[in-house]
């Protein structure tokens, strides 16, 4: 559970600061303006807010079945498939679908604390969560600058953060299967 955690963590961060680092440069590249570009950063970081409002009902509606990380990793991947195909086109859709899957920042740290019993396995869960997700996380907005420049182009970085969608789910699904830390570790 502690690695599927960190894993998740990891996933939706390097997503998340890939997004914000690099999204209005490959709508740039893609044929937006860099006003329109930075506009559709704006909705995607708009939308995460009553996406983060609405989380406490729909983990309560979804409770340990794996809707809400795989809606998250697919909401991910269908925005960067969309930025892939036609970056300049309905861009305003896969902001929105990007900032649904940023979702995945609040849901991940609410289920660190749904996932231990003690206040000392949260904390234990939490520093090692975070202290491995942000390494991993890191790794995001350096490999989208180091693929997009050895390119020349966002369409492979594109496809990297693509694919990275798809562990959101894959980790999120362990996460959320209603068991606490202390169970595994006794």
């Known amino acids: 559970m502690a690695w599927a955690t960190a894993l998740c963590f990891g996933a939706q961060s390097a997503q998340a600061y890939a997004q914000f680092g690099w999204f209005p440069a490959i709508l740039h590249d893609g044929g937006l303006s860099s006003g329109a570009a930075g506009a559709m950063q704006g909705l995607l970081s708009a939308v995460g807010i009553p996406v983060t409002l609405a989380l406490p009902a729909l983990i309560a509606w979804a409770g340990t079945r794996p809707v ?28 929105i679908l990007l900032g649904v899957g940023g979702g995945a920042f609040t849901w991940t740290l609410t289920m660190i604390g749904r996932s231990a ?70």
């Open 117 to 186: 019993r003690t206040t000392d396995g949260t904390a234990a869960l939490s520093g090692f969560a975070q202290s491995v997700g942000y390494v991993v996380a890191g790794l995001g907005p350096l490999g989208t600058g180091l693929l997009h420049d050895a390119t020349g182009t966002g369409t492979v970085p594109v496809a990297m953060l693509l694919a990275i969608g798809f562990f959101i789910g894959v980790f999120g699904t362990v996460v959320n299967r209603g068991q606490y830390l202390e169970d595994e570790l006794a």
């Open 68 to 95: 809400l990380p795989w809606l998250f990793a697919a909401t991910t991947m269908a925005g960067w498939a969309g930025v892939l195909v036609a970056p300049a086109t309905a861009s305003w859709m896969w902001a």
